[in-house]
């Protein structure tokens, strides 16, 4: 029982193994692939806002009311200057950008008349003055400390980067992508694996994006920009719990069906196993009152009054015909648990046909059926079971005596280099064409002339025989009657 369910189990669960690990792999490759893709976007995102924010490393804008006293001269009012406190020009250079987008550089603003207007001015300057003390700096000097009073610089004030405008950057640019998102970015010189800066700790996670800024300019030094998402696998492996819930549901739904399955062969087993004992029981049963009657019909043939010897001629037969079907039934039974044994030896195929025909001989004349035996001259050694290969021709035999109403039955054998080949044929009415793809099948047999239903045993058995043979059966279709050929290795 269990060599039948447990391979069929072992296939199911291990066809669900596999459904569950490729389910896994592919949500799997969907989160990498989610990953990759936000990483490829925030790249390019980002990678254009640190240009716009190298660009303005030595400038900043600010909103200044301008005066013009005269054309071709002005003045600034700074917001942050002091009473008094003038800007000296020469640290000031004011850009002007046409309509057109053309920039260029002026120290006088040309005008053609007196006036107030509103102006953008961008200061450019190399030098942050951080390290002077707020009583020796101008009001220009003052208005770029505090402008850039977030800014890093090196001792010796130098400009290095803003880290608020880069975290703004950042910022927008993952809240556009996944606002569900966390960054942490560090600032390093170029060449140095120490940062200078670090927005929180990294616990020396390995970065998912660098970017190299001033590159363009000689006079700064090259500073890394390292961008980290610590959130990043579970920022897409949140979305892909429902890919693994489903899957689990269909896994488990899947799993009890194969459970109600496997108890459902465990059930149908236990009633075949019930069913073969019984009928093994009761085969057995059958032996003891069969022997007794088998005694009494040769105590009736010996009788010389003649209605006493029919009777017992047809107890007989009857005998004869339920000890085949106790014999069959007992070697299906066998088979059905694999505990048919063959015991092969060197056997004559003709020598076994000759016996048959010469025990069947009384039958076949009672039904006025002509038996011709076609053998070859040579006697036919195959290395074989003769008790059940004997059995197997018998039953051939029978088919053609029961069923096939015909006037004469040949057998034939025939001798190649690497087989034998036995034919069985009759003249008589043949088996219907929507009952020859069941000869074979246990209880597939015909129905007898008569009515009568065999034990649909026969060829069942037949054929197995001959398939522990290495060999093979088959009902061939002549235009008349019935053929079987046997077909036998050497």
């Given amino acids: 029982m269990k060599r039948k369910i447990l391979p069929l189990t072992a296939f199911l669960v291990a066809t669900l193994v596999t459904l569950m690990l490729l389910l896994i792999g592919w949500a799997q ?3 990498e692939l989610r990953q990759s893709l936000f990483i490829d976007q925030l790249n390019k995102s980002l990678g254009e806002k640190i240009k716009q924010y190298e660009s303005t490393y030595y400038c900043f804008e600010f909103e200044a009311n301008s005066y013009f006293t005269e054309p071709n001269s002005f003045g600034l009012i700074n917001p942050f200057r ?33 006036g107030r207007i509103n102006m953008k001015i961008l200061m450019e300057f190399e030098m942050i003055p951080e390290v002077k003390h707020d009583s020796e700096l101008t009001g220009a000097e003052k208005f770029i400390r505090n402008y850039y009073k977030n800014c890093l610089v090196d001792s010796n004030g130098k400009r290095l980067a803003d880290p608020i405008i880069l975290d703004s950057l950042i910022n927008q640019s993952i809240i556009e992508i996944n606002p569900e998102a966390e960054y942490v970015y560090t600032l390093a010189k170029q060449g140095e694996a120490q940062p200078f800066f670090e927005s929180a700790t990294t616990n020396q996670q390995i970065a998912n994006l660098d970017f190299v800024l001033y590159t363009h300019d000689e006079k700064v030094d090259n ?6 998402i610590p959130n990043l696998e579970k920022l897409f492996s949140n979305q892909s719990w429902n890919v693994y819930l489903s899957s689990g549901i269909l896994i488990f739904i899947a799993l009890l069906l194969i459970g109600y399955l496997v108890w459902m062969q465990i059930q149908q087993r236990k009633m075949i196993i019930a069913q073969q004992n019984f009928v093994h029981s009761m085969t057995h049963e059958f032996n003891t009152p069969l022997t007794s009657i088998k005694l009494i019909a040769q105590k009736l043939l010996n009788s010389p009054e003649e209605p006493f010897f029919k009777s017992g001629k047809i107890l007989k037969e009857e005998g004869n015909r339920l000890q085949t079907g106790i014999n069959l039934v007992l070697t299906t039974a066998l088979i059905e648990k694999d505990e048919l044994l063959l015991q092969k030896e060197d056997i004559d195929i003709n020598a076994i046909l000759l016996k048959l025909a010469d025990r069947n001989e009384e039958l076949f004349r009672l039904k006025n059926i002509e038996l011709e035996l076609m053998l070859t001259e040579k006697s036919v050694l195959f290395f074989g079971d003769e008790f059940h290969l004997e059995n197997v021709f018998q039953n051939v035999l029978n088919n053609a005596l029961k069923h096939s109403d015909g006037s004469m039955v040949i057998i034939r054998t025939l001798r190649s280099e690497k087989e034998i080949i036995l034919q069985i044929a009759d003249d008589g009415k043949g088996i219907p064409k929507q009952n020859r ?3 074979f099948q246990k209880f597939g047999g015909r129905t007898s002339k008569s009515g009568k239903n065999g034990f649909g045993l026969g060829l069942f058995y037949s054929k197995t025989i001959i398939d522990m043979h290495k060999g093979s059966i088959v009902l061939l279709s002549p235009e008349k009657g019935t053929e079987f050929e046997i077909r036998l290795k050497t």
Avoid: C, W
């Fill in 29 to 31: 490759q969907s989160i």
């Fill in 82 to 114: 002091k009473k008094n406190d003038t800007v000296d020009l020469s640290e000031i250079q004011i850009q002007h950008k046409s309509s057109d987008g053309e920039k260029r550089m002026y120290d006088k603003i040309p005008v053609y008349s007196a």
């Fill in 223 to 228: 500073l890394v920009l390292s961008v980290f």
């Fill in 437 to 439: 793809s069941t000869i």
